[in-house]
């Protein structure tokens, strides 16, 4: 009897752990299970997490805050993007995500080549170092480039899954038809202006001024930290007082002594211009698009 109670109570207690068992492995985070996609840029990262609608686990590495194209990789950061099931690098944003990208055989989709890439003015900084050739990565500030990239984006998201492919047929046509309202936006808001010269901090406006009939003269190349000369300070001051701007636009992560110089020079208000490059955690990319339209509104008198 006592020999029969310990087989019961055993017994009891293996189908208990068992239980438990399987529970935690139940309870094991879905995402585990789903694709990986990662890309170290907030606007390509908005793009995938809107076409992949959780089908995928997107992973922005874009800094939040300092420079994003000296983004420096961390051990882990190193590790998602070689086990990731699609990586989605901006050809020049970041060199160390790059190369790391580069290092995969495969799962990788460079998609700036797909988009008729724009390449940097040629403007020497304090250094000398020139920006003549290298391709402009900031493709998202040109709301109709951002849509081509929606179709060529869902395209490779497609293949990653059944459901991603049941998504991306809804999902996509929905961002382009999003993208397409933003980029009627930008055109009535800015038909009528009296400049359409933006004087910036670094050039990384060039899409947007394409997109929009704009003209950028920008004080730095496509590196923010570079330091212009003072033969191109001065070259900035007189082409813009000949040009009657009336402010100076900056970024509210790059030191203001620039700008500041050049609005006190010209006589003008300073606006921010945000480049997309840094994370946001409070605003997405259809929203911070439309404060910068409101400060381009504002700089360039439009009525």
């Not at 899954?161 to 009627?184: G, N, R």
């Not at 009528?192 to 933006?198: E, M, V």
Request: with cysteine; net charge negative; aromatic share 4%.
């Amino acid at each position: 009897m006592v020999l029969m109670k310990i087989l019961l109570a055993f017994l009891t207690s293996s189908l208990i752990l068992a239980g438990c068992s399987n529970a935690a492995e139940d309870s094991q985070p879905a995402s585990e299970s789903l694709p990986s996609i990662v890309t170290g840029s907030f606007a390509v990262a908005w793009l995938a997490s809107s076409i992949s609608d959780g089908c995928a686990v997107v992973t922005d590495l874009a800094p939040s805050g300092g420079d994003a194209h000296d983004l420096e990789l961390t051990a882990s950061q190193t590790a998602s993007i070689l086990d990731a099931d699609l990586v989605v690098p901006v050809d020049g944003l970041q060199p160390a995500f790059d190369a790391v990208a580069e290092s995969k055989s495969s799962g990788v989709f460079d998609i700036l080549d797909l988009l008729d890439p724009l390449t940097a003015e040629d403007h020497a900084d304090e250094d000398g170092h020139e920006n003549h050739g290298l391709l402009d990565p900031h493709f998202w500030l040109d709301p109709k480039r951002v849509s081509d990239a929606a179709g060529f984006l869902g395209a490779e998201i497609s293949k990653l899954s059944a459901d991603c492919a049941t998504k991306v047929e809804v999902t996509v046509p929905a961002v382009q038809a999003q993208l397409e309202d933003l980029t009627q936006e930008f055109e009535t808001s800015l038909a009528t202006c009296s400049s359409r010269t933006i004087v910036v901090s670094h050039e990384a406006f060039g899409y947007l001024a394409d997109a929009f009939n704009l003209e950028q003269i920008g004080v730095a190349g496509l590196d923010p930290e570079g330091e212009p000369s003072a033969a191109r300070l001065k070259e900035v001051i007189d082409l813009a007082n000949s040009l009657g701007v009336s402010a100076v636009f900056t970024e509210s992560t790059v030191n203001p002594d620039v700008a500041q110089t050049l609005a006190d020079a010209l006589e003008v208000g300073i606006l921010t211009l945000d480049p997309l490059e840094i994370a946001s955690v409070s605003k997405d990319y259809i929203s911070l698009m439309q404060t910068n339209l409101e400060s381009l509104r504002s700089g360039l008198n439009c009525s």
